[in-house]
């Protein structure tokens, strides 16, 4: 959600080596705040440099900079610091984030494989053994790509591999001056249980038409803030002064007092819908009803009360108020 308050941890893990990739991915396009963490930690891959470097913040920048100077020193070493658990002191639940590639099937393309150790200091002696290794395969490779267009395999060297199915993040950056999300894991196009109704308009944000009501649409987390409320006093539970703020991902949907969205996106007409990956919103008279796609956790919300479900869109007939 771009523009939202940072949940508990997620700028400690913008800044671990040992974050993985896809992760760093979520968080460099949802939480702008962490981008120049993200470009400075040593496990982004060279993709999403390449999209963070296009989008030509000032700070994403120096940052890179940064990193092309560590890089280039003749000595270094990197320390990939263990993930301890979410930090301390910020509000709002955390967002659930999608593994790189479901067991069994191709990582992404510019996603490295996790090492199975974290780097260390090498020798000169081991350097020099790595290079001379890396020139007996490369020469091992030539002679087998010889050889198969020659004809020594008794094949015709017309054969190609099939292309993965597995999604690949672009390796294009985008414009800086509308720059989208990079292309999204397998994980994310499962199938969708709670689809959002026919006719929905791609959005990341919108306000209801009374303008109380602000919401972000991520790829897998939804969020409401409601700027006048009276929840107390209808026997809801309720923020007090604070904004109050209800978000659905794909394993719950909940309240939180004190952080609110951005909400600058064009109104939604009553009966009109919103999408945008695995978050759906219907606007209606009665209230705006918001759920994941994937999981069904859902809530809705109006002036009058709020509540929660598992099963997608709450009906404005199924409403508490």
């Not at 509308?178 to 109704?197: F, L, R, V």
Request: contains cysteine.
């Amino acid at each position: 959600m771009p523009g939202a308050e940072i949940p508990q941890g997620l700028a400690a893990a913008a800044s671990n080596p040992a974050t993985d990739q896809e992760t760093l991915r979520q968080i460099a396009f949802h939480y702008p705040q962490l981008r120049a963490a993200v470009a400075a930690n040593p496990s982004a891959y060279q993709g999403l440099l390449d999209w963070l470097r296009a989008l030509g913040d000032a700070s994403v920048n120096e940052a890179l900079a940064d990193r092309a100077r560590f890089e280039s020193a003749p000595d270094r070493t990197i320390v990939l610091a263990p993930q301890t658990g979410p930090a301390t002191g910020s509000a709002g639940p955390a967002p659930v984030f999608p593994p790189v590639a479901a067991a069994g099937e191709t990582p992404a393309q510019g996603l490295r494989q996790a090492d199975s150790e974290p780097p260390a200091r090498k020798s000169s002696t081991g350097m020099k053994a790595a290079l001379a290794l890396l020139l007996v395969v490369a020469l091992a490779l030539a002679g087998i790509v010889i050889a198969i267009f020659s004809g020594a395999f008794g094949g015709d060297g017309a054969t190609q591999s099939q292309p993965s199915a597995s999604p690949q993040p672009s390796t294009t950056a985008p414009s800086t001056e509308s720059p989208s999300s990079p292309t999204p894991s397998a994980s994310e196009a499962e199938s969708e249980k709670y689809p959002a109704p026919d006719g929905a308009v791609l959005a990341q944000s919108f306000t209801a038409p009374s303008g109380n009501i602000l919401c972000d649409l991520g790829e897998d987390v939804v969020t409401c803030s409601i700027l006048e409320q009276s929840y107390a006093t209808a026997g809801f539970e309720s923020c007090g002064a604070t904004t109050t703020t209800i978000t659905a991902t794909g394993e719950s949907a909940g309240l939180s007092c004190g952080s609110a969205v951005s909400g600058g996106g064009s109104p939604l007409a009553y009966g009109s819908s919103a999408t945008n990956g695995h978050s759906a919103c219907v606007s209606t008279q009665d209230g705006v009803s918001c759920w994941n796609t994937a999981s069904g956790r859902s809530f809705a919300l109006a002036r009058g009360g709020w509540q929660t479900g598992t099963e997608g869109r709450i009906s404005p007939d199924d409403f508490r108020w």
